[in-house]
DNA sequence: TCAAATCCTAGTAAAATACTAGTGTTTAAA
DNA sequence: TTTAAACACTAGTATTTTACTAGGATTTGA
């Protein structure tokens, strides 16, 4: 189990845009500083952005910026709006009711895990990765 | 994120070896019992008795058995014997040196979340899945 | 006007997944 | 000792997903 690159470079691109939090940042920029293929970052911002978390300034001058505050962003919305929900089984995501005996036995296992991700994912904002970030600065002074 | 097949469908053999705890079952009985294709099972299976989860009895009236009482075999045994580690980024896999900034602003968090994980799978043993089920079934009365 | 930027749609190469196929080996039971 | 049931092993392959690439359209500040 893991998180594909979609989440991993999605996630790096909201962190910069935290960085940057007040002013748009051009996707170039964003592209360049994490050493990713324009095009395809650009994907992953549209993603960001149907899912309300970014929003864009066009023409020149133009860039992307978070719609809210660092703080007010968790890792999980990130994530979600990158790759869909997490939902760990087929079983689980299309709410179909099992036929099968042991399957059923297994369901409820899914279930638990899923809600450990998840609370895993809420509890942490794009401010704490802020914080995370210039703690270990910090250290490296 | 989510897992494959060969978790859910080899969680899913382990635990009919569960049920089955004391006598070895053939891996026909476990496909139809499960409606898996044999061949993709067997395979699976093999996994298993790789990580020492399942010990095998060859020719007639053999079969797969687990090696030690269900209480004894996690979920997260039976998931690492079957996908691998999930370690969920490549730089935590590798245990390659983050040269990227703001890369090592997001290890953190991949770190947090695959420790959620990993705790949620090791909480549960297969004798946990086998209780659940005989209440789920009880209730059903 | 024009250049810098996002927007939109489509295609595609590579990798992973989920199998299928076939043959070989072991062993209990007839 | 034959036979059939069962696991062991290797290889191939279809499908799906992932991770991009390509190219043009649209918007807008200077």
Redesign the pocket.
Known sequence: MKF???AR?GLRAAFVLAQNWGS?????DIASSQQL?E??L??L??SL?KAGIVE?????????SLTKRPSEITVNQVIIAL?GDLAITDCQRDGVACTEESTCATKKIWARISNAVTEALQSVTLQDMLDDYSDASAQNK
């Open positions: 594909t690159t979609k470079y748009p940042t051009a996707l170039k293929a095009k395809y650009e994907q911002l549209t952005k864009t300034v066009r023409g020149s001058q133009g860039g992307y790759e």
